[in-house]
């Protein structure tokens, strides 16, 4: 076709990274987010304690709160007998005053009284009639107790700007009563679906239209990630249409799932080019070459091949890095294992290749059948990020396979 | 106090793991969920393909439908010269048929023309004037184009009951045009939590009073693990209203955080033995040795000790392998790191201890202050599982770091 313009300079795997790494911005979007739904969000203020943690001494232990020096010579032989003077439970105000020979019942949580230094466990101790209970063993000051602040001390900083809220840090704040936080925002993502031969799922096929793949490996993927994710109708094949819809956005990422190939009809580049600029079009990478960058406005553009794997497999490679930046996500720890290749595995000679591959019985078997294939990546447990070098990959061969 | 009833016979954690093995039945509740949200989900069907895909055959590249006759001797120096008669988009019928020293222009995804068996790609050709191509490089039959059928066949089986739904996945139920999956139910969890003291982060405390931590935690860890969390609001410590509480539930998991300790007032050892069957209460671990397993109904009953890091703890040793299996979920591949112990760390002897962490360049820190203490965890990266045995773990120790 005369319009048709190949790729002409390819960016390498390591080059397309970085400049994905430039591009993104962490997001400086900020809102208010109740503490129930804040797990997994990332805090964007330092949060510090209004209260100390305990806010008062209490027990650590269901038994009896006692001056230890009362128990110090307390043996099972030689039980100390004390007085049972009171009895607290969690949640109530110690009111007694404890004086040497008294004891108080303490429940797990309870005020230690004025007067006690120490809690007895109940194991260590047995039961009496008339109101007195025997302490078997000692306990120096300060056993099974907790101190008023030593868990968080008044004015801590129980979490900072930038972390992220992993269950554990979400309860901590609930500690100190904090009930809503300022967090960044979820990145946004828009997904645009393009192609006058695509549908969605649940319509009826006309002869040669195809089914919408990459919209719903896009959008679970995104979320997956990390974003927000808002998917826009099926854009027609013409530039006009296309700078109309990429105008009208403002989300951190507009992913446009097909079209940024070479043809004819493959006006992205023209769209982007016309409204901002082009980073990158085009990676040395098998599948995922036609893959383009873009920024117009403050909105990254990524073109993604139309090929479902491709598309696919640069989710992973591609925008997973870019959700995580955005987002101010921790950097993603995706699970690995090591393997061995099943069979002999064709790689893209001089390319990087992302070889899908399925595990089975400790072996890594290569289930790449080609990038149109959503087979391809659809029946694969994860891949292998193979570099640059010749074009075939040995059966045998130990090979690093990245989880999905 | 005189009702105290210590913990009379703990079981090991191997014990309990299995005890909660057997007793989480794989969920055979379902749903009918859009593909939209189908992400994530564990399918509850086969999904068979009630078309073929592709449904027609068609290009895999930009380029020019050809006869691969006809192009068989063609080089650089030697160029097959073509007529084009015909121009062929992707979703556009194909409708004239392509006799010798003919050929179409095609996009990729287009429909290969009757008579064609091969596309040579934009690269390897040169445009002529006046309607014709020249083309550089013979290709074989079948070259560039994909057949239909060839990534799913029609009555395949694209996906089956029981698989957890991937980005990849979902796309490839897409593709055969399913935009509604029966899946299973996430499991559900409801957290009740205990404790006249505890009040709701956000309330103003009272002496005596403690803010509510472990729902928090409980909630967040859950929804993390895969299921949908309701929490109620606090109940009172009595054994009528843990009764009444409990009877009116029929979720997967009733989770009570806090109260299955010993004491007077820790009723819910009570009520579950009244309700239905206690499986276990009390494991060999430290945090997390006054843990309650125990069924009423078709509710699994677990009860976690109060204090903050014994019950976060829990979370991930006995509410995580609950959920995975409850859920149908793939068993979790939770990340790991070796390093090596900053300092010596004490261990619950006799007992399996959940030692938890800080990473701090490449050495694990140990961060545990008491069970009671919400930083013990919430400023860990992670922990280290401690098989029974000794005192301590010296300093320099290489231990196996699980991270959140």
């Not at 949580?109 to 194991?123: F, I, N, Q, S, Y």
């Not at 907790?146 to 001390?153: E, F, H, L, T, Y």
């Not at 091949?305 to 101010?328: D, Q, W």
């Amino acid at each position: 076709m005369s319009g048709m313009r190949p790729l002409e300079k390819l960016v390498t795997l390591t080059e397309a990274l970085r400049a994905i790494d430039r591009a993104s911005k962490p997001t400086d979007r900020t809102e208010e987010v109740p503490i129930w739904s804040a797990g997994g969000r990332v805090l964007a203020e330092d949060v510090k304690a209004g209260i100390a943690v305990p806010t008062f001494t209490k027990s650590a232990m269901d038994g009896y709160a006692v001056r230890s020096a009362d128990v110090k010579s307390a043996g099972a032989n030689n039980p100390a007998v004390l007085k049972i003077t009171g009895k607290i439970f969690a949640g109530h105000v110690a009111k007694n005053v404890l004086k040497s020979g008294q004891c108080s019942e303490i429940a797990t949580g309870g005020m230690l009284p004025d007067g006690a230094d120490a809690v007895v466990k109940v194991e260590d101790t047995s039961a009496n009639k008339r109101g007195s209970v025997s302490i078997l063993l000692p306990v120096p000051k300060g056993e099974n107790i907790i101190v008023a602040g030593s868990d968080i001390a008044k004015g801590a900083r129980v979490a900072s700007k930038g972390e992220f809220l992993y269950p554990g840090k979400v309860g901590a704040i609930a500690a100190i009563g904090v009930d809503s936080l300022r967090c960044y925002a979820r990145p946004s993502v828009v997904v645009m679906p393009t192609g006058d031969e695509v549908i969605r799922p649940g319509e009826k096929l006309k002869p040669g239209q195809v089914y919408d793949v990459n919209t719903f490996t896009l959008k679970t993927a995104a979320q997956t990630f990390g974003a927000e994710v808002d998917v826009r109708e099926i854009v027609d094949d013409s530039k006009e249409s296309l700078i109309e819809a990429i105008s009208f956005e403002s989300a951190d990422m507009i992913i446009f799932s097909g079209g940024s190939s070479v043809g004819e009809k493959d006006l992205i580049v023209d769209a982007v080019s016309e409204l901002g600029d082009v980073i990158f079009h085009g990676v040395s990478i098998r599948p995922g070459k036609p893959t383009l960058l873009g920024k117009v406005g403050s909105s990254l553009v990524l073109g993604m091949p139309g090929h479902p794997t491709s598309c696919l497999s640069n989710a992973y490679i591609f925008l997973e890095p870019m959700i995580t930046k955005i987002g101010r996500f921790p950097k993603q720890r995706r699970n690995t294992v090591v393997a061995r290749l099943s069979a002999e595995a064709q790689l893209a000679e001089g390319r990087t290749t992302v070889l899908p591959v399925k595990l089975d019985g400790g072996k890594a078997v290569p289930v790449f059948k080609e990038s149109s294939a959503i087979t391809s990546m659809s029946n694969a447990d994860g891949y292998v990020l193979v570099p640059p070098s010749g074009s075939r990959l040995r059966k045998g061969a130990a090979v690093t396979v990245t989880l999905f």
